[in-house]
T-cell receptor
Framework: AQSVAQPEDQVNVAEGNPLTVKCTYSVSGNPYLFWYVQYPNRGLQFLLKYITGDNLVKGSYGFEAEFNKSQTSFHLKKPSALVSDSALYFCAVRYTISSNTGKLIFGQGTTLQVKP | DGGITQSPKYLFRKEGQNVTLSCEQNLNHDAMYWYRQDPGQGLRLIYYSQIVNDFQKGDIAEGYSVSREKKESFPLTVTSAQKNPTAFYLC?????????????FGDGTRLSIL
């Protein structure tokens, strides 16, 4: 069965320190992986995706993610956290229904709290 | 600006009442989606549509209905058969329904029961 796990409900980090938000996945076939961010009472904003190629993917707002096939992980990272990065982060995996249709499966979300 | 507009932002439903949530996009996207968000559960897919006049059930379609008569519009009706409708509802769209395409989201409608 296709699934995504975000093992931490909340991650706390001091401003200026590096941050990591963890994600592991289970999917048959090639994984298509996404990270989204959600601010309170707003929709989700796309951050980055891994489809194929380099294992380190760079995205919006200085975020990057590392795809690790052997560990089936896709952790989100940022070298230096900002207070404004505080939000709810979702990892998602796309699995194929047919040749041109896929569905996104979301993790349960991780709240990132960056303290000044 | 191009984007997805959901209305209303807040909606209240009485017992036994059907309510319709609006979703409009001006991105010229073919595919549209409805998700339900509950605290601690992430997003769950209700319905999706790959093209006008076509839609498919997602993982939690019971108690919901949709239509896709126009490319830019994908309204969701929460029927009285949905016994636990209180949630945050998110509409999304993508250029196509294929695996490479990120989805773009509206700002959601929060539905509560009176």
């Amino acid at each position: 069965a296709q699934s995504v796990a975000q093992p931490e409900d909340q991650v706390n980090v001091a401003e200026g320190n590096p941050l990591t938000v963890k994600c592991t996945y289970s999917v048959s076939g090639n994984p298509y992986l996404f990270w989204y961010v959600q601010y309170p009472n707003r929709g989700l904003q796309f951050l980055l995706k891994y489809i194929t190629g380099d294992n380190l993917v760079k995205g919006s707002y200085g975020f990057e993610a590392e795809f690790n096939k052997s560990q089936t992980s896709f952790h989100l990272k940022k070298p230096s956290a900002l207070v404004s990065d505080s939000a709810l982060y979702f990892c998602a995996v796309r699995y194929t229904i047919s040749s041109n249709t896929g569905k996104l499966i979301f993790g349960q979300g991780t709240t990132l709290q960056v303290k000044p | 600006d191009g984007g997805i507009t959901q209305s209303p932002k807040y909606l209240f439903r009485k017992e036994g009442q059907n309510v319709t949530l609006s979703c409009e996009q001006n991105l010229n996207h073919d595919a549209m989606y409805w998700y339900r968000q509950d605290p601690g559960q992430g997003l769950r897919l209700i319905y999706y549509s790959q093209i006008v006049n076509d839609f498919q059930k997602g993982d939690i379609a019971e108690g919901y209905s949709v239509s896709r008569e126009k490319k830019e519009s994908f309204p969701l009706t929460v029927t009285s058969a949905q016994k636990n409708p209180t949630a945050f509802y998110l509409c999304a769209s993508s250029i196509k329904a294929g695996p490479n395409q990120p989805q773009h989201f509206g700002d959601g409608t929060r539905l509560s029961i009176l």
